[in-house]
């Protein structure tokens, strides 16, 4: 099992910058591949950005390409997502995830954060 817990989320305007943060524990965390997804109402949940332990084979959706960068810290068990140049329509629900394969947006095995809201106005 692996426990994963967001924070950082919030309201900004249109260029503005935030930083989310995730907090996992629990066994074998460090076999999973680890991402962010994001949820907007009324669209289907949708990859963001995922990577694998010192960051091998990190990927980006293409709409967040040169916006967002995810980082982690292993010894701390922590997952970051920077977005900068924010849009409106980057607003969603963000969710943490570790997961397995690596090398997909629709993993077979994955456990999920409760979600972090970030909202962008225009």
């Known amino acids: 099992q692996v426990q994963l817990v967001e924070s950082g989320g919030g309201s900004v305007q249109s260029g503005g910058s935030l930083r989310l943060s995730c907090a996992a524990s629990?066994?074998?965390?460090?076999?999973?591949?680890r991402g962010w997804f994001r949820q907007a109402p009324g669209k289907e949940r949708e990859g963001v950005a995922r990577t694998y332990l010192a960051g091998v084979g990190t990927y980006y959706a293409d709409s967040v390409k040169g916006r967002f960068t995810i980082s982690q810290d292993n010894a701390k068990k922590m997952v970051y997502l920077q977005m900068n140049s924010l849009k409106p329509e980057d607003t969603a629900m963000y969710y943490c995830a570790a997961f397995s394969p690596c090398g997909t947006w629709n993993p077979t095995n994955i456990y999920w954060g409760q979600g972090t809201q970030v909202t962008v106005s225009s």
């Open positions: 629990g066994d074998n965390y460090s076999s999973y591949c």
